[in-house]
């Protein structure tokens, strides 16, 4: 990119496990969020639902309408909130990622301008970053990935945060190949392939316990990892929730145990 396009904002990263970033904007600066992840906002910032991400200059209503539909594809609402200082002075605006886990801050300029990541990592930018969506190209990768055929893709030279769940794994890919489970793929730079791959042998599928299919990352760029994927946490949650009528599964005992195999 020959010159910069994204606002510079400045901001900082609260917390630990709960984290939150506060984005400072100076007079005339804007930052654009996915809807719902405002956690608070000072007085002089103005916000207001926008359908798109206002990367593109002079668009119409029928391509603000396409850029749309493209995000209910992945998901996400079709509206993004703009933030915008109005203020005299420097302002702040917060957001809070919608589970447990970390927030990266990435500079896009330093990583390329490009960035494709799993459906509902997006968390916020500077406004001047394009975020669309990514197709898989491969059957296998679209019907086995987790993430089905289509992936977030950001580009710009501004900040961008997303979120994951866990603790975040870096890893740096010189012409090698990663084998990673489906569900901890948080995102990856230009210049990795991404496929899908049997998980070994037919008894290793169905008995080995990590699932039938791994993705497989291959090239050189890095790669971002997540270590406890928020589907496996929330499916542990539903396996000890109370049964209907408002019993336990009984975890920890015998009877229990018993329970569970005679149908409790």
Known sequence: MDAPRCHEVDYQIFGDDMQYVEVELDPGETVVAE???????????????????????????????????????????????????????????????????????????????????????????????????????????????????????????????????????????????????????????EGINYDIQRAGSLKSMFFGGEGMFLATLSGTGTVLLQSLPFSRLANRVLQHAPVAGGSSRGEGSVIGGLGNLFGD
């Open 35 to 189: 809807a719902g992840a405002m956690n608070y906002v000072e007085d002089g910032i103005v916000f207001e639902a926008h359908m798109g991400d206002g990367s593109k200059t002079n668009q119409g209503f029928f391509g603000k309408l396409v850029d749309a539909g493209k995000r209910t594809l992945t998901g996400e609402s079709i509206f993004m909130t703009h933030f915008t200082n109005q203020g005299d002075g420097k302002r702040r605006v917060a957001f809070a990622a919608p589970f447990p886990g970390k927030i990266v801050p990435l500079d896009m300029a330093k990583i390329g301008g490009v960035l494709t990541c799993q459906k509902d990592a997006f968390l916020c930018a500077a406004f001047g970053t394009r975020i669309g969506i990514a197709f898989q190209r491969r059957l296998g990768a679209g019907f086995f990935g987790g993430e089905g055929f289509i992936l977030q893709r950001l580009e710009g030279d501004g900040h961008a945060f997303i979120h994951a769940s866990g603790a975040i794994i870096k890893k740096r890919l010189n012409g090698e190949t990663l084998r990673v489970d489906t569900g901890c793929i948080v995102a990856f730079t």
